[in-house]
């Protein structure tokens, strides 16, 4: 019997014309058009005009809302670090038993389900205006992807060390210093440099829906249609974030 070298993949190609047929779909549904996209093209052009040359005459309000939104980052960051720690080792399938790592993953999984956007929309709503329901929303953000990445890297770590470190009679405390911390330490600050890049971000966009930050500078600039001062906010933001990478790559540098 003759044998195809490379048989066709039927079930892969009807699988990929099914989901070319449903983008097809979705924008006929969605009123997406050339037309509405050359238009936007045009709108896009003259708003980007307005916008030259950017206007940093009112940097102290520009720096007191970037100051602002590093101050959230940095305590959201170190807040959902400290709390991260005991949820990645109680979430580990490999060192907690079923009925505590079942119930952590849940709790882990509940703070990611939820946008860091709409998690602030709540802390508005709860504390008020200002830089605290900005901390909280990033730190409840910060705890459901540092907690996971740490239980899976603690999942992925060899058990021999672990046991060897039992065998001294050693404590659990000792056990999870000596024994787990040690093969999981690098990757941990990976995730948390990581992690505070990302709050960096987060946290100019959190300030729109009021929860401090120059985010909400940006906002009041925009409904005042002063694009010039937009600019300059935007050019601010994207030197901090250039900034931000730097000195984090340097640090990874460092500890490797």
């Excluded at 307005?50 to 959201?76: K, Y």
């Excluded at 405390?173 to 990581?194: E, K, T, W």
């Excluded at 985010?215 to 050019?235: E, M, N, P």
């Amino acid at each position: 019997m003759t044998r195809t070298a490379f048989a066709p993949n039927w079930t892969a190609r009807g699988a990929l014309l099914a989901l070319a047929l449903y983008c097809v779909f979705a924008v006929t549904q969605l009123d997406i058009s050339w037309a509405r996209v050359l238009t936007g093209f045009g709108e896009g052009g003259r708003f980007l005009a307005r916008m030259w040359p950017p206007n940093f005459e009112r940097w102290d309000t520009l720096v007191e809302g970037m100051l602002e939104s590093i101050q959230i980052a940095v305590l959201s960051s170190v807040a959902g670090i400290i709390l991260s720690l005991p949820l990645g080792l109680l979430a580990a399938r490999n060192l907690s038993p079923a009925w505590v790592s079942a119930p952590t993953r849940g709790f882990i999984a509940l703070c990611r389900s939820l946008h860091y956007v709409i998690v602030a929309i709540l802390f508005v709503k709860a504390v008020g205006f200002g830089a605290l329901a900005g901390v909280a929303a990033l730190t409840v953000a910060s705890m459901g992807f540092i907690a996971k990445l740490f239980a899976e890297a603690i999942e992925e770590i060899s058990m021999k060390q672990v046991e060897a470190v039992r065998a001294t009679g050693a404590g659990p405390f000792a056990v999870l210093l000596y024994g787990v911390l040690p093969q999981v330490a690098s990757r941990f600050v990976g995730f948390c440099i990581y992690q505070l890049d990302s709050n960096l971000r987060n946290s100019t966009l959190v300030g729109i829906v009021g929860a401090g930050g120059i985010g909400g500078t940006l906002f009041a600039a925009f409904k005042r249609f002063d694009y010039d001062f937009v600019a300059a906010i935007l050019l601010s933001i994207i030197a901090l974030i250039f900034v931000a990478e730097l000195v984090s790559g340097r640090v990874r540098k460092a500890l490797q």
